[in-house]
């Protein structure tokens, strides 16, 4: 009898120690502040280049108030909002300039990296100034950077994410098709060359998938939302070559960032 009370004493002690334990626990986890804030980063189909609309503040980053991630913002209102994505930034200017938000609050990242590093600009500027042959050149040189270098750098900034935002959902965007091969395109690049960017964004995105999976992070494919979409397509949410303003050229319209990646994010998130 003497020994049952007694285990009856010692368990009601373990008990009462392991309840009063549960509760600082608790206690102390709803004291933490809720991952619910978003950060936008990225590159110029991130901050919106060619949506207009952009934020004086933002300078030289073109970000716009109709770019998918302030439309994401304005339609979610999370705890806190940084856009920091910036037109002609590569990895190393995100892991540089754009981190600084991200922290244990942060439940939702956004970005579109990789196109920069692997040389969109001078590709674009090779096929539409010089001949076919140079385009494809050009179009090779950067799978091969693809294929080479650019995986090393996404890892090095999808690991920076995940060290500075344990607790966010990342989601990795990528680009789209530019042109519809057999469209109403009467003059401009040819279809090889056409077919050739087509390819090499098929190349681009395939690399980002997988070092984005590979980090565990959600993959937003924007290809199927911009078919139909596309340059030389009747309703095209890309700017072909626009003369008067040329950092415009192969971006997303309004309508590309509200129709094509908005509601991409939305079904990653």
């Known amino acids: ?37 978003y950060v936008a980063l990225g590159d110029s189909y991130s901050s919106g280049v060619g949506a207009g609309g952009y934020i004086g503040s933002s300078g030289d980053c073109k970000r716009s108030t109709r770019a998918y991630p302030s439309l994401w913002a304005a339609a979610h209102s999370p705890s806190s909002f940084h856009f920091t994505a910036c037109s002609g930034a590569r990895t190393g200017d995100v892991l540089a300039n754009q981190l600084g938000p991200l922290g244990a609050g942060t439940g939702l990242v956004s970005i579109t990296v990789g196109g920069n590093d692997a040389g969109f600009v001078d590709v674009m500027t090779t096929c539409v100034l010089q001949p076919t042959s140079a385009c494809l050149a050009r179009i090779d040189t950067a799978k091969a950077y693809v294929d080479s270098t650019l995986p090393g750098k996404l890892d090095t900034v999808y690991s920076a994410i995940s060290a500075k935002a344990p607790s966010a959902q990342v989601v990795v965007l990528g680009y789209p098709r530019f042109y519809k091969l057999n469209g109403g395109c009467v003059a401009g690049l040819s279809e090889t060359e056409r077919a050739a960017i087509n390819n090499a964004a098929d190349y681009l995105d395939s690399a980002i998938a997988k070092r984005a999976a590979d980090h565990g992070f959600a993959f937003g494919d924007v290809r199927p939302t911009f078919t139909g979409h596309e340059i030389c397509s009747g309703s095209p949410w890309l700017h072909s070559l626009n003369l008067l303003n040329i950092g415009e050229s192969y971006h997303p319209t309004a309508a590309g960032q509200s129709g094509g990646y908005l509601p991409v994010l939305n079904g990653a998130a």
């Open 1 to 37: 009898m003497r020994r049952s009370r007694l285990t009856a004493y010692v368990t009601s002690l373990l008990l009462s120690a392991a309840f009063a334990l549960t509760g600082a626990t608790t206690a102390q986890a709803s004291q933490q502040p809720a991952a619910t804030g």
